[in-house]
């Protein structure tokens, strides 16, 4: 199957700084990028979606300025936590999705941040 | 919000029993995934049913979907302890998001 990476895998920051996460398509194009945000023991929420080319989609209640996503290429995707706090310290994972008809969501193996 | 809950949301097991997870959704679907994730790590994709198929099959796993009553079952027949993992069932719309349910935990004991 399709295989998406992300980076990096692990990341402990002070609060206040700035983190960016990468993530890639490595054998296939992209054209859609999803972006989701996990807490301990409890199921993916989407964050926002990303389309290569255009700005992205985000969820309610997720704030566009805090967490930036550009989709530069038809294979990457960055997410970049702004003025990380604490309470953004979650398992952050990333999906891709192919052109045409393709349904299925290939998954990055997640980035899990820690804000000190 | 979401939109799946599954049940149970625990479920242990002893290596070679069959195990069957519950999903049941709130709106129109053009299909249904099911992924797992072991702790800590990415999702692995495991079967895709379409809104207008009733069952389908790959490997050890067997997957329905009732559309009448928005709920799908996947069942994991002659489970192994590597089967221990949390399993998600997820619905896609026309939009291609994905909405996730709440998971269930499997625990196979060997």
């Known amino acids: 199957g399709a295989v998406v990476s992300q980076h990096p895998s692990r990341v402990i920051c002070k609060s206040g700084t700035s983190v960016k996460i990468e993530c890639r398509s490595l054998?296939?194009?992209?054209?859609?990028m999803f972006w989701y945000r996990q807490f301990p023991k409890q199921s993916l929420m989407l964050m926002a979606t990303s389309n290569e080319g255009s700005k992205a989609t985000y969820e309610q209640g997720v704030e566009k300025d805090k967490f930036l996503i550009n989709h530069a290429s038809l294979t990457l995707s960055t997410l970049t936590v702004t003025s990380a706090h604490p309470e953004d310290s979650s398992f952050y994972i990333c999906?891709?999705?192919?052109?045409?008809?393709?349904?299925?969501?290939?998954f990055g193996p997640g980035t899990r941040l820690l804000v000190l | 919000s979401q939109q799946g809950e599954e049940d149970p949301q625990a479920l242990s097991i002893q290596e070679g029993e069959n195990a069957t997870m519950n999903c049941s959704y709130k709106?129109?679907?053009?299909?249904l995934q099911w992924y797992r994730q072991n702790s800590g790590r990415g999702l692995v994709h495991l079967i895709l049913i379409r809104s207008n198929e009733r069952e389908k099959h790959s490997g050890r796993l067997r997957v329905t979907l009732d559309t009448s009553k928005k709920s799908s079952s996947l069942l994991i027949t002659a489970s192994r302890a590597a089967d221990t993992a949390s399993y998600f069932c997820a619905t896609s719309g026309s939009a291609r998001q994905l909405t996730f349910g709440s998971g269930t935990q499997l625990t196979v004991l060997p």
């Open positions: 709106t129109s679907i053009n299909n």
């Open positions: 999906s891709a999705v192919g052109g045409g008809e393709g349904e299925t969501q290939y």
């Open positions: 054998d296939f194009q992209a054209t859609t």
